[in-house]
């Protein structure tokens, strides 16, 4: 009976992991304050990264908190990027995946921008009850044909 209930244990826990990272969305957001932007001419291949962060920045086990990533198109004609959203816990008092928290396989998606277009893509993700990581680092890269990748960071802080 244990066995069997050790696989139930894990088959759910796959089953959440693939929840964890919930679909994501892509939406145009209207341009940011003119004083904050940096210039368009320094984006590599057009597309230049404006940012990464959690909403909210911290949660606690069991929480759920989203991650959105803003980038502009600074050409005058469309561009189609590949983002990998690559997440990880991670504990400061071990090391490998902390005990009761999930591996989350790298979510890929193309994302597609009108000239001038600043886009938000956003992904929700669920810290599990059990879970005994202090954070979750996010790492997004956005690749294009020719062009080298560009990445962003964030931490979500779990506590």
């Known amino acids: 009976m244990p ?6 244990a894990t088959a ?20 940011a304050d ?10 590599a291949g057009g597309v230049r990264l404006d940012g990464l962060a959690f909403d909210p920045p911290s949660v606690p086990a069991g929480g759920t908190s989203t ?11 469309d561009v189609t990027v590949h983002e990998t959203w690559a997440a990880r816990f991670l504990s400061g008092s071990s090391t490998g995946v902390p005990a009761g928290c999930p591996v989350i396989d790298p979510l890929p998606r193309s994302v597609t921008f009108a000239p001038h277009e600043r886009v938000v893509t ?8 059990d879970c005994t990581a202090d954070l979750l680092r996010l790492t997004v890269t956005v690749s294009q044909d020719g062009v080298p990748p560009a990445s962003r960071t964030a931490d979500l802080l779990i506590g």
């Open 12 to 31: 759910a826990a796959c089953l959440a992991a693939a929840a964890a990272v919930s679909a994501g969305t892509a939406t145009a957001a209207a341009p």
């Open 3 to 8: 066995r069997r209930l050790s696989a139930l």
């Open 122 to 129: 956003s992904t929700a993700y669920l810290v599990f009850a």
């Open 67 to 77: 991650a959105s990533l803003a980038a502009t198109n600074c050409s005058d004609h």
């Open 34 to 43: 003119p004083h904050l932007r940096r210039p368009c001419a320094t984006a």
